[in-house]
């Protein structure tokens, strides 16, 4: 129950990141009103990690690539403290295996 509630949390936080609502409190009263099984659901979905990815890498320096420190911030946002290398860069094919690999344990 208490893991339940946790990722409930964690997925909020994630839509929340994704969406950036300009009203915070009620995109989470829709969010809990039109779905009532959000606890169960990954944290990210394919469209998601694709949509977190584009918003990460820098499209004038590094296009087509997220480094570790951007992916550590995305992920303390969405109350995960796993890390990896603030350095290493990632291509999306990359990016996209270690956050599922990551998120796949909440």
């Known amino acids: 129950s208490e893991h339940k509630i946790d990722k409930l949390f964690k997925r ?40 977190l ?16 420190k951007k992916l550590n911030d995305a992920l303390m946002a969405m109350g995960i403290t796993e890390t990896v290398p603030p350095q290493e860069t990632f291509d999306f094919s990359q990016f996209k295996q270690k956050l599922t690999d990551i998120i796949g344990k909440y």
């Open 12 to 51: 909020l936080l994630v839509l929340l990141l994704l969406h950036r609502p300009i009203n915070a409190k009620q995109f989470i009263v829709k969010q809990l009103q039109e779905d009532q099984d959000l606890a169960s659901k990954p944290l990210l979905n394919d469209e998601e990690i694709q949509t």
């Open 53 to 68: 990815f584009d918003m990460l890498q820098n499209p004038l320096l590094d296009k087509g690539s997220v480094i570790g």
